[in-house]
C-alpha cells in the first residue's frame, strides 16, 4: 500500500484555503493509502508567534482536522516536534543541496520580503530541507497540497534523488496531488493575491473557517469582481468571479463546467447569496463538529500522542536505514 502525507502550519487559523489545497484531498483519499496528517510545527516558528498562540493553533487545528473527516483509526494525526527524526533527517538533506538554489525558492524570496529587514532567516532558508524530510521520512508517494507547495515537492524529489545516487536506493519519491478546482485559493478582496492565514484576523479578504458565519457571509457579498456582469470562469480575465465559482465548486462538489451552466443568467447579487449560502453552510456544519472536538483538550492531546507513538514506528526504522547507509552506525 503506498503511503500519503500532508500537513498544515500552526500559524493562524485555518483558511477555507488551507481546507482546500491539503485537507479535503486528503480526507477523500485517506483509507486508500497508509496515511499521515501532521502539524508542521517546527516548520511553523520560521516566523515568530506567541507561544501561547501557537499552543492555541495547535489543538484548533487538531479538532480542525477530526472535524473534517480524519479517521485516526486509520490516519496518524501527530506533530511534528514529537517525531524528533524530521530534525534528524532534515538536517542530514542539507547535505543533498546547496546555498544556490535555496536561495531562488520562491516562497523562500516571498517569505523573507515578508520578514523585512530581520537577518534571522535561516530557519526559512533551510525550510526545502525539512519538508524533505518530512515527505521521505515515510516514503510518502502521495503529498496533496495547493499549488503553492509544488516547488517544495520538486525538491524534495531532487534531495531524495541525489541521496539515492550516492547511497543506493533508500527514499521512494513523492508526486504532488494538487487540487482540479481550488488550487490556488485567492484573496476575496484582491484576487491576484493567494488567500493567506497569515493575514490579519479582520481581513475582509480571507475566510477563516472558524470565522462567525455572518462574518464570512459578509466577506463573499463583498468580494471584488468585475464590471463585465457575466458570471463564467476565467481566470486571467475574471479573477475575483473565478475564484468565486472555485468555492461554490468545491463545496457543492460541482464542475467548473456544471457552475458556467447553472449561473450563466445570474447578475452578481444573486450569485454571491448563492456562493454564500453554499460556503456558509459547508463550514457551519464543520464548525459544529470542531466545537464537539475542541472542547475536549485531553482528548486532542491523546490523538496527537498516539498518532506521534505510530508515526514513530516508521520514521525510528527509516532513520536507522539511513544511518546505515550514510556509515553512522557502527
Ligand atoms: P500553509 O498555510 O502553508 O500551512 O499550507 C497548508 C496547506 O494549505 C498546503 O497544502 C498549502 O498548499 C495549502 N494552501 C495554503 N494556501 C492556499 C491557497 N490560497 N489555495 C489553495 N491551497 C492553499
Known sequence: MKTMITGVRPTGSITLANYIGGIKGFVEQQYKYNSLIFIADIHGLTTYINPKEIRNNILDITAMYMACGIDIKNTALFMQSDVLEHCNLGFLMSFQCSVGELSRMTQFKSKKQQLGKSE???GLFIYPTLMAADILLYDAEIVPVGADQRQHIEKTRDFGERFNNIYGNTFKLP???IPKIGAKIMNLQDPTIKM???APKDDKGTIFMLDDIEITRKKIMSACTDSEGKVYYDENNKPGISNLISLVCVVNNMTIEEANEKYKDYNYKDFKIEVADSVCKFIKDIQD????????????KEILTNGANKARVYASKKMEIVKEKVGLSI
Open 120 to 122: 534571522k532567516d535561516m
Open 175 to 177: 508526486e504532488y496531488q
Open 196 to 198: 493567506s492565514k497569515s
Open 289 to 300: 463538529k470542531f466545537y464537539q472536538y475542541r472542547n475536549d483538550e485531553k482528548h486532542l
